[in-house]
């Protein structure tokens, strides 16, 4: 009897913990959808920037055909259908 009132109690402890967590995470959706004020707004969109900072430096990176240095695409300098990481490279035969 008093291992089933046990796994009763376990149980409830269970559900209790599963519902406070998908709580937990249904305020945290509605802070995130909703235009926040008040003093603790600033704490939480401190995050952002730097995510958003994070997005903007993603860049495709490419091989210098000469030196095999990695770099950004928009400093690719293509000769001969090879790409390099600058003008004195694209003149240099590749390696
Ligand atoms: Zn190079």
Redesign the pocket.
């Known amino acids: 009897m008093s291992r089933l009132l046990f796994w009763i109690a376990l149980a409830i402890l269970v559900v209790a913990a599963v519902r406070s967590k998908l709580r937990q995470a249904a305020k945290r959706h509605q802070q995130m959808s909703q235009p926040m004020n008040g003093p603790d707004a600033h704490e939480q969109l401190r995050p952002q920037p730097a995510r958003a900072a994070a997005k903007a430096e993603a860049e495709t990176m490419l091989c210098?055909?000469?030196?095999?240095?990695y770099?950004p695409a928009s400093e690719n300098v293509p000769a001969g259908g090879r790409d390099?990481?600058?003008a004195?490279?694209s003149q240099?035969a590749p390696q």
């Open positions: 210098c055909a000469h030196c095999g240095v770099f390099y990481c600058s004195a490279h240099l």
